[in-house]
């Protein structure tokens, strides 16, 4: 059992559990680290796989992570808060600052972040914000926690809807597009498994070459031909509206982030 750590992660779930293992790959020792995790098979398998201590409640920490399900958030601040830590970040989609500033109170300096299912691979995309109390440091501590995992952008807390919609929601938009290719491949009479696995490349390579940097109208334009092949995809591709749907998609994902956090 866990009697005081450097970091608590609250919440031994998928994402606690990949920014665990991000961690731990990126240096940081099992002995600093202590899971809160209320299901002891988990709390098991968990201490069993990374050598970290474990506990059924809420113990001191220098910094805890609240990756637990939005609706006990609250509640969760308020004990990790009362057990003296230090400073608070939360992964929970939808949980303002206001209400988390409400359970832990204005005196703790809290992060609010909301990353994506990528970090599961280690390539999440996440956005940060924090509370008054809040400053550079506890971001940079923030910034270091989530970037173990992916890649850390700041943005202020008004801009966390839009985060939810595009990156948040994002990762789903992206395997719709997938599973839309392999159907197509099928449909052109390739065999399922050879559509998968050209389509699944086809989208990794893809998303490496994004990554190195430069903009995607000019990787699109590499591709394209005058009058070739992919010249003639993408006019159908833009004829059945794909930009004004995928514009549409980020709006009403927003949009239901916003009301989501209000309710």
């Known amino acids: 059992m866990t009697s005081g750590v450097e970091l608590l992660i609250v919440g031994g779930g998928k994402m606690g559990e990949a920014l665990l293992g991000g961690l731990l790959a990126a240096g940081r020792s099992a002995e600093s680290i202590g899971v809160t995790e209320p299901i002891a098979a988990r709390r098991d398998e968990l201490a069993s796989c990374y050598g970290v201590s474990t506990t059924d409640h809420v113990v001191a920490s220098a910094g805890a992570i609240l990756a637990t399900k939005p609706d006990v958030v609250p509640d969760v601040a308020a004990k990790v808060t009362a057990a003296g830590t230090e400073r608070i970040l939360s992964i929970a989609a939808g949980v303002t600052l206001a209400t988390l500033d409400g359970a832990a109170g204005t005196s703790t300096p809290i992060v609010r972040a909301m990353p994506n299912t990528p970090a599961l691979a280690s390539q999440g995309a996440a956005a940060i914000c924090g509370n008054d109390r809040a400053t550079d440091a506890d971001l940079a501590w923030a ?121």
């Open 143 to 263: 910034e270091e926690i989530l970037g173990s995992v992916g890649r850390v952008v700041r943005v202020p807390e008004h801009l966390m809807d839009a985060v939810t919609g595009l990156s948040g929601s994002g990762p789903a938009y992206v395997f719709l597009v997938a599973e839309a290719m392999i159907e197509a491949g099928v449909l052109m009479g390739l065999a399922r498994p050879v559509a998968a696995e050209l389509a699944n490349q086809t989208l990794l390579g893809a998303a490496t070459l994004l990554a190195d940097g430069r903009p995607p109208a000019e990787l699109r334009a590499d591709v394209t031909s005058p009058g070739g092949t992919t010249a003639a995809g993408l006019r159908e591709l833009e004829s059945h509206g794909v930009r004004a749907a995928f514009a549409a998609a980020v709006e009403a994902a927003t949009r239901r982030s916003t009301e989501l956090g209000a309710s």
